[in-house]
Structure formats: C-alpha cells, structure tokens
C-alpha cells in the first residue's frame, strides 16, 4: 500500500489543495483545518455540515501554508485572510456575519444536520440538527471534525465511484488488487507506519451530509452518502453516534514526522 495522495485543507469546510508532503504531530497536519469561519452571532464554528447556512463555503477555496493563506470565493476574487476584504466578503456571500479565527477556543462547537433528512428534504429545509464539540479527539487549536488525520483507500473509492475529493481526506492510498472494499474498518484498533511516522486507526469515518453538497464546479452527488449508508454502516467509536455510514478511518498520530507522496504504508 502506498500514499499517493496528500491534502490539507487550510479552512474548514472550503476546498484545499494537493501537496506533496504533511508535517504530522498528535494535533494533526500543520496547516490543515487551522482556520475556520466563526457565525457571529452564535460563536459556532461554519461548516456545510449544517448545509441550509454554510453549504456556499465548499464553492470557496483555501490555499498557503500557515501564515500565507489566501482564499479564492466563487467569483474570482482572492484575498488574504488578514485584509479586512475577507470577513467582509464572506458575510456578503454567507448572507450572514462571519468572522475568520486561527484559534479552536475551548468549547467550541459546530452544528451537524441529519443526512438522511438533507437528502429526503433538501437543502434548504429547515432538517433537524445536532450540536457537538468540534474536534473532540484533538488537542490543540485546529478545526478538525473530530479526530486529527482521515484515510481513505481507492478500493473504497473504486467501489463508491465518487469523487475522493468529496470525502476530504487528508491521505489517499493506493491498495493492491486483493484488498477488499472498506478494507480500512479493519484497520480500527491497530498501528499504522508511513516511514517515520506511526499511526493509531481510532475509528471508521462516518459521513455527513458534506460528501453529496456541490463541491466547487461538481454537482450534488446523493449517491456519495446513499452509497455507504446501503453498504458500509459501522459502529464508530464516537460517543453518542451508533450505527453510521463510514468511508474511511480516522488517524492519530503516535510518533509524528513527515509523509510524503510514495511513502509505504505498513499495517502493524
């Protein structure tokens, strides 16, 4: 098995980029999901798992390494995420005030709306909703989900026949012929190598609402959520949330390092 594909994604919930190596420590990848839109109004953390209000975010695009971030809305326009064009011109786009944080404050929290509901209702309705910790797995101040790192193999990729950036992985390996669609579930509870780095697979990845919503130029994909939900739900390993549709695993790191394209990964 070997790495083929790396991304990080330095906005929660907007488009990110290809890169060819990760810094990895226990808070994740450098970079990744550092910042994050904050609804003024509620304190909580933007992100198109609530896809009536924030879905626009995954037409907008995030770029740069820490300190050299820069943001690209649907429209053309590029700004930095220190100029004051920024927060503006997403209020504008959101229909909403929005401001921009580098910083996950302590009790943090984002809202989760039911898939099954955003696929019967449609966008826009007003679909029941949870609201949770953002990055409950995490130390630190990034915006992840919930845990630091997302795998995804292209045998589940194959098998869903979606787009992998629908998913938004983090790492995406390539798997010899002979590995078994959602191979990853079995990889829950067990340490992974990629060269000097060494990894915990905590649990599978459960999918939201996000994988089905227009992602840049894509158009909506039911089928990115219908698909798992028929063949792959799965007991994750997160409190309170059960029986899910997952692709994927979720990824701690026990020894951090760097990952690059090409890099084997070892299971055990």
């Known amino acids: 098995m070997q790495v083929t594909t790396l991304r990080r994604y330095p906005v929660k919930s907007m488009l990110g980029e290809d890169v ?35 879905r626009q975010l995954l037409q907008c695009s995030a770029t740069g390494a820490p300190g050299r971030v820069r943001i690209t809305l649907p429209d053309g326009r590029t ?25 996950r404050l302590d009790g943090a929290e984002m809202e989760r709306a039911d898939p099954e509901e955003v696929l019967a209702q449609g966008v826009d309705a007003a679909s029941n909703y949870v609201t949770g910790p953002v990055a409950g797995a995490t130390p630190g101040t990034s915006f992840v989900d919930y845990a630091p790192l997302h795998v995804i193999t292209t045998a589940t990729l194959d098998r869903l026949d979606i787009e992998a950036v629908r998913y938004r992985p983090n790492l995406i390996v390539t798997t010899p012929p002979e590995f078994p669609p959602f191979g990853e579930n079995g990889w829950v509870g067990k340490e992974l190598s990629i060269g000097e780095v060494r990894l915990s697979a905590i649990t599978a990845t459960p999918r939201c609402a996000v994988p089905t919503l ?47 394209t090409g890099d084997r990964l070892v299971i055990g």
């Not at 999901?33 to 953390?45: E, K, N, W």
């Not at 930095?80 to 011109?89: E, F, K, M, T």
């Open 20 to 54: 060819p190596e990760l810094v990895v420590d226990e808070r994740g990848a450098l970079g990744d999901r550092a910042l994050a839109v904050i609804d003024t109004a509620t304190g909580r953390v933007a992100t198109a798992k609530q896809p009536r209000l924030w």
């Open 79 to 103: 700004t930095g995420i220190d100029s004051g064009d920024a927060a503006r011109w997403l209020s504008e786009l959101l229909d909403r005030e929005v401001h921009l944080a580098d910083r």
């Open 214 to 260: 227009e992602h840049g130029d894509l158009p909506r994909s039911p089928e990115a959520v219908r698909r798992p939900m028929a063949e792959n739900r799965v007991d994750v390993a997160i409190p309170g949330r059960g029986a899910l549709p997952c692709a994927g695993v979720y990824l701690t790191a026990l020894q951090g390092g760097t990952i690059s």
